[in-house]
Nanobody, 129 residues
Framework: VQLQASGGGSVQTGGSLRLSCAASGRTRSISAMAWFRQAPGKERAFVAG????????KYADSVKGRFTISNDNARHTVFLQMNSLKPEDTAVYFC???????????????????????WGQGTQVTVSS
């Protein structure tokens, strides 16, 4: 599976951005897709994930109520709508795919990056104060 992320950019505090991640190749093998982010000097961290079969979602506490993950299965694309952005949201954002063929209801979408074996190239999001 190949993942192509896009949509990053620079905004001011309170602004919005929408990230997209298009999957190609053996997309039928995808159980869940997620967004992670990595700020300078920090580890890559889970942001949000979505089950491809149930549509159930999971969010990191830091983005709940501000970010929304969604998918368009017909186009094999996952989106991350980011509203009310804060400077602490500044990071490189990566999309990832879990190909374990497990069924996830939503709350059980993995947060551990080791569960994901396909990664996009990353897209920079910068939020200025």
């Amino acid at each position: 599976v190949q993942l192509q992320a896009s949509g990053g950019g620079s905004v001011q505090t309170g602004g919005s951005l929408r990230l997209s991640c298009a999957a190609s190749g053996r997309t039928r093998s995808i159980s869940a897709m997620a967004w992670f982010r990595q700020a300078p000097g920090k580890e890559r961290a889970f942001v949000a994930g979505i089950s491809q079969s149930s549509g159930g979602t999971k969010y990191a506490d830091s983005v709940k109520g501000r970010f929304t993950i969604s998918n368009d299965n017909a186009r094999h694309t996952v989106f991350l709508q980011m509203n009310s952005l804060k400077p602490e949201d500044t990071a490189v954002y990566f999309c990832a795919a879990d190909r374990t063929l497990l069924y996830y209801s939503g709350d059980d979408v993995p947060e551990n990056l080791r569960e994901y074996d396909s990664w996009g190239q990353g897209t920079q999001v910068t939020v200025s104060s």
